[in-house]
Structure formats: structure tokens, C-alpha cells
């Protein structure tokens, strides 16, 4: 679903190069799986704030490569 939609995104955005392009994959599905982890320590009732530092560095990464 994810992967359509990150497709769809690509052919709008053509002009893009290449490496950009892989390392803005990169980080949305290191976005993706740090979201599954937290989600996961949220429900074994594990929260931790340093946990969340990561995952919010690589959603700002992410916005500046938007």
C-alpha cells in the first residue's frame, strides 16, 4: 500500500536525481519501522522518551527532503 503510493509520488516527481530519491526511501522506511517498534514498546506498556529522539530526527530529515 505504502509502496504504491511512494511509487505514485515517484512518476509525479521525475525530475528528482536519483540518490536523493533512494536515501528519501531509506528514510521513510526507517520512519516506517521505528514507528512499529514504538508502537510495539507502547503496548507492552515500555515508554521510553529516548526512544522517541530517533524516530523525531528522521521525520525532520524526511520534511527537509520534501
Known amino acids: 500500500y505504502a509502496k504504491e503510493e511512494y511509487e505514485e509520488w515517484m512518476s509525479i516527481n521525475e525530475d528528482i536525481p536519483v540518490p536523493v ?3 528519501d526511501l531509506e528514510i521513510c522506511q526507517a520512519v516506517c519501522e521505528q514507528d512499529q517498534a ?6 507492552n506498556g515500555d515508554k521510553c522518551v529516548e ?10 530529515a524526511l520534511d527537509i527532503l520534501k
Open 38 to 43: 514504538l508502537k510495539v514498546d507502547y503496548f
Open 21 to 23: 530519491t533512494l536515501t
Open 51 to 60: 526512544e522517541n529522539r530517533p524516530n523525531a530526527d528522521m521525520r525532520q
